[in-house]
């Protein structure tokens, strides 16, 4: 059954610098997501990117995150600046359609340690 | 603000045995889609179960079944016949038909004893 996989399965960085987490969709599906969980909380939404554009953000992705799909098979998570706060682990799900009742497909995530 | 939560941290159960994941959420929404996720260590998250808020007949995947309780807000997850492999954490997850983003609880982490 296709899976969603990402790369590199954990991360350690230096606060400040730059990070690029990696996420490679189902192959038919057209939407792609972003989610974080911070140790001990809950997995929040940071984006939605649907035909190479932004299409759903939340308020915890500002002006240091910025997504990507490079190539057809690649879907990025960049962040600019690394601050210590941005320590969590990182899940990429892909869907083949948008909203209602469809199903979003989980990667196994990129734990990310910013030192 | 809609906000989904489940109360348990953890739960055990023993194997062939039935146990219940309880969840409630806030909403003033009428349509939305409702879901369970199952995550294995180490492993990604997998959905088990979905409802649609306009039906009322509970969904059932095989062992899994839910008690959904619309004008309560809850939507409870039932194991029957609980495996090894049942062992996970089970995340609730709220969502309605225009956004993209999925709205979860904390999870419960789920022991089955043989």
């Known amino acids: 059954e296709p899976e969603v996989t990402q790369t590199p399965s954990h991360q350690v960085t230096q606060m400040g610098q730059e990070v690029i987490l990696r996420c490679v969709p189902i192959?038919?599906?057209?939407?792609f997501y972003w989610y974080r969980q911070i140790l001990g909380q809950k997995v929040e939404f940071l984006v939605s990117f649907y035909n190479n554009e932004i299409s759903e953000k939340s308020e915890i992705f500002d002006d240091q995150f910025s997504v990507e799909r490079p190539d057809g098979s690649n879907f990025t998570l960049k962040i600019r600046s690394t601050k210590l706060e941005d320590s969590a682990m990182y899940f990429c799900?892909?869907?083949?359609?948008?909203?209602?009742?469809?199903?979003?497909?989980f990667g196994p995530g990129t734990r990310l340690t910013v030192l | 603000a809609q906000t989904v939560t489940q109360s348990q941290p953890e739960m055990s159960v023993q194997e062939a045995e039935t146990v219940t994941l309880s969840c409630t959420y806030d909403t003033s929404e009428s349509d939305y889609y409702l879901f369970w996720y199952k995550q294995p260590p180490s492993r990604q998250m997998i959905l088990v179960i979905r409802?649609?808020?306009?039906?009322?007949q509970n969904a059932t995947e095989n062992r899994f079944s839910v008690n959904f309780q619309k004008a309560a807000k809850s939507f409870s997850l039932k194991i029957s016949d609980s495996q090894l492999g049942d062992a996970a954490m089970y995340f609730c997850a709220y969502r309605t038909p225009n956004t993209d983003k999925l709205i979860f609880g904390t999870g419960t982490r789920l022991q089955v004893f043989p």
């Open positions: 409802q649609e808020a306009y039906k009322q």
């Open positions: 192959s038919n599906h057209l939407y």
């Open positions: 799900a892909s869907s083949l359609l948008a909203g209602g009742a469809d199903t979003q497909y």
